[in-house]
């Protein structure tokens, strides 16, 4: 498991126990870092996940989570300057 999805179990049980009300195991820190990350992550993407992972478990956390990491990709380009873009402006005013 990847520390991405640790980190959606441990929010998504969080979440179900305060859902459920059972506060058993939870201390004040970790409620309020639930509700921090909540708000951070408040989106239908992550809705859907945790309705998901209520459903399938563990193996919904790694199929959408693989399926991400896959997809994903960044490049760097330096392109050469060209100020003919500003109409020939060579000092600010």
Known sequence: MTGEQTRLV??????RKSE???FAGLDADRI?????EK?????ATHEALYLQWLAD???ALTTA??????????RT???PPD???????????
Do not use: C, I, K, P
């Open 83 to 93: 100020y003919n873009l500003f109409g020939g402006v060579r000092h600010a005013s």
């Open 20 to 22: 459920s009300r059972q």
């Open 10 to 15: 441990q929010d998504f049980e969080t979440r």
């Open 32 to 36: 309020a870092q639930y509700r921090n």
């Open 65 to 74: 989570t693989n399926v991400t990491a896959q997809h994903a990709s960044f």
């Open 77 to 79: 380009v330096v392109l």
């Open 39 to 43: 708000r951070e992550s408040e989106n």
């Open 57 to 59: 478990g563990q193996s």
